[in-house]
């Protein structure tokens, strides 16, 4: 269930969901785009994205279009059914994240719902920096563009950031983007320069407010450095940096779906080596595999279906909310760091990290931003 709403990041999201398809060796029968933008030119874009792909269908048009996302949710409730949500900003999606989430689905009935591991959250950002998957990343410090164009996805192809223009003296929320299509330079490999960056800043000084909605959630700097550290850590293939959960086991009787969502095991397979128990305080729901027995057994979930969902739910029925650290997905922007997040270069290294590794050779991406005409960047596609 992609809860669907702009083409531009779809577009990039598209490579992984075919990747994941039952017909070219995933995990997924069908992907159902859920209508919520009433955009003439997105709806007509994704309805043409359906056309083409028989296992992609538009589910909510005319019903959903407009109102709150727990509208979607009335679409989920088949028996035995998996639905994993996913929110059309996904921009990367780790090759072992959705048989991960699944096989965890199914292991462990007792919580409510798994959700993969957001790079790009306030919960699971501040778990990463401390079991060491964030590195010391800054903004570009020219006021213009100080590198060739390119269409290139790894940190080790820009220069580090110079020493002598590091200022230590600001406020997360103060930072601006240097100009649009700005990188950000990696300082060191030396952690301690972690210090001087927002997600440092702010593990430093935290404040009075919740996680869900502090300095982590409103901070587009501090979602652009969980990115470009994910995107080094692909570039080093160094993901068991984000495995940081440990083998839950909830005691026997504990409450469990209902008959129609239990699937025998006997236990020896894969699924639950590494969760994380959010212990009933809210998470986002940007990507997270559920029953559907489980969410007809709920409706109508509230408007604010991420409070209920990850939340107000597993309180009251006692059944939790798990993390799965080994399901690694990226997350692009919460409104809240849209403005300066898109000024970045991040959204096209995701389209190059796809074209390059996830994207058949027959469905690679373009920019959706113009250059002059005839422009070609080296091994580029143009636009």
């Known amino acids: 269930m992609v809860f669907y709403g702009r083409k531009r990041y779809v577009d990039i999201l598209d490579c992984y969901l075919q990747q994941n398809l039952v017909s070219h060796g995933g995990y997924f029968d069908e992907v159902w785009f859920m209508a919520h933008t009433k955009e003439e030119d997105d709806v007509a874009w994704v309805e043409d994205l359906v056309r083409k792909t028989p296992e992609y269908k538009l589910v909510g048009k005319g019903d959903c279009e407009g109102k709150k ?3 979607m949710w009335n679409y989920a409730v088949e028996d035995n059914t998996i639905y994993v949500k996913i929110d059309d900003d ?5 090759p072992d994240a959705i048989p991960q989430l699944v096989h965890t689905r199914i292991t462990l009935p007792h919580p409510y719902a798994i959700s993969s591991n957001l790079v790009n959250s306030p919960v699971t950002g501040m778990e990463q920096y401390h079991y060491g998957a964030i590195h010391p990343f800054l903004p570009d410090p020219s006021n213009s563009p100080s590198f060739h164009a390119a269409e290139t996805w790894r940190v080790s192809e820009k220069k ?6 590091i200022v230590e003296d600001y406020e997360i929320m103060d930072i601006t983007a240097p100009y649009r299509g700005h990188p950000w ?12 960056t927002p997600m440092g800043k702010y593990d430093q000084h935290r404040g009075g407010d919740a996680i869900a909605f502090g300095p982590a959630w409103k901070s587009w700097g501090i979602g652009a450095q969980q990115q470009y550290s994910l995107l080094y850590n692909l ?9 940081f959960g440990r083998n839950i086991r909830y005691p026997e009787g504990s409450s469990a779906p209902n008959a129609s969502a239990v699937v025998s095991t006997d236990g020896k397979g894969p699924g639950g080596e590494q969760t994380y128990d959010t212990g009933y305080n809210r998470y986002n729901l940007n990507f997270c595999a559920v029953w559907g027995s489980d969410i007809r057994d709920q409706l109508p979930i509230a408007d604010d279906d991420e409070q209920d969902i990850t939340s107000d739910i597993p309180r009251r029925i006692g059944r939790p909310f798990l993390i799965d650290t080994r399901s690694v997905v990226a997350h692009f922007s919460f409104f809240t760091q849209q403005d300066g997040i898109t000024k970045s270069d991040l959204l096209d290294r995701w389209r190059a990290y796809a074209n390059e590794a996830v994207c058949a050779p027959n469905n690679l991406k373009k920019p959706w931003d113009l250059m002059c005409d005839n422009f070609r960047v080296d091994g580029g596609l143009g636009r």
């Open 69 to 71: 996302y727990s509208c």
């Open 90 to 94: 996904i921009v990367y999606i780790h």
């Open 160 to 165: 580090k950031y110079p020493e002598d223009q």
């Open 185 to 196: 330079l990696l300082i060191s490999d030396d952690h301690f320069d972690l210090l001087k």
């Open 235 to 243: 570039e080093q293939n160094k993901m068991q940096r984000y495995f």
